[in-house]
């Protein structure tokens, strides 16, 4: 019998590039939040994969973007910093886009990290901007191995899994079996509620939202109390998430609610509320606050 593997894989990537979408494909169920709207993760979360042969703890990283605000320069740092927590970089390139500088320079920083790098090219059920060989000489990659899949579809994952139990090294089961993430049952459920805003809300307000979780408790009935803040910058943009006679934030609560509930597998009492910050994605303080501050990365 072989030697029992385990490792840590960070995902880095351009943002839309399939992150979430591949480690819900990889653990069999929606854990992570997705959306066409770029810039959807904000955070790094472990999700944990165990077979009989291996552990991979995957780290779903922030798309690594240009920065506008503190929260963006936070993004990429917590992205980065990954690097150095990791046994396996997995870059995942989306290939319907050619490369671009911002490639480049993620290519970059991982030859300095020196970690080993797998290159998976997704979005293959769609026609390729670009091949993977174009794509490696254009970012001046050093000759690490790379493969094709589609997060979507499931078209090469058996092989991305052989491909990173190869890679990483012998070692113990890290977390007990039936444990796939270490994030709480309140930090999902946040998640879900801010992808229903991500929805439902157009143009800037999706990346001025966040999520604060006010109260999380189960009634004697069975239901789940659940009372959140969806928290924006302008008091324009409350009435904005609110809508004409409520309407918007109907929509969203439906919808988070109906997340919510098959994830708990309980009914749910979603009570939200619309609140001003100011400002609050240039507010390290607020940062903190929210969850969006990485202790190691530093301000």
Do not use: C
């Amino acid at each position: 019998m072989s030697e029992y593997r385990s490792g840590f894989v960070g995902i880095i990537g351009r943002p839309n590039a399939g992150k979430s979408t591949l480690i819900n494909a990889l653990a069999g169920e929606k854990l992570l939040i997705v959306s066409a709207k770029p810039q959807t993760t904000r955070d790094r979360i472990r999700v944990i994969l165990t077979t009989d042969r291996v552990q991979l703890i995957f780290y779903d990283t922030p798309g690594i973007h240009k920065p506008l605000h503190k929260l963006g320069e936070q993004m990429n740092k917590t992205a980065l910093n990954t690097l150095k927590l990791v046994d396996v970089v997995l870059w995942l390139v989306d290939a319907t886009q050619p490369a671009g500088k911002g490639d480049a320079w993620v290519g970059e920083a991982l030859k300095e990290s020196r970690q080993p790098v797998l290159v998976v090219f997704n979005k293959s059920d769609l026609p390729p901007a670009v091949t993977p060989e174009e794509f490696l000489a254009r970012v001046e990659a050093p000759a690490w191995p790379w493969l094709k899949i589609s997060a979507l579809t499931g078209a090469g994952l058996d092989q991305l899994l052989a491909a990173l139990e190869a890679m990483v090294p012998p070692g113990p089961r890290y977390y007990p079996e039936e444990m796939i993430t270490d994030r709480p049952e309140s930090f999902l459920v946040s998640e879900y509620i801010r992808e229903a805003v991500l929805s439902h809300a157009e143009e800037e307000i999706p990346h001025s939202t966040a999520v604060l979780m006010e109260e999380m408790k189960e009634r004697p009935n069975g239901k789940i109390y659940i009372r959140a803040s969806i928290l924006v910058e302008k008091d324009s943009q409350k009435k904005i998430v609110i809508g004409r006679e409520g309407r918007l934030l109907k929509a969203i609560g439906q919808q988070a609610r109906a997340q919510i509930e098959a994830f708990l597998g309980q009914p749910v009492y979603l009570d939200l509320w619309v609140k001003t910050r100011k400002d609050w994605r240039n507010s390290l303080p607020a940062l903190r606050e929210f969850g969006y501050w990485d202790r190691e990365a530093g301000d």
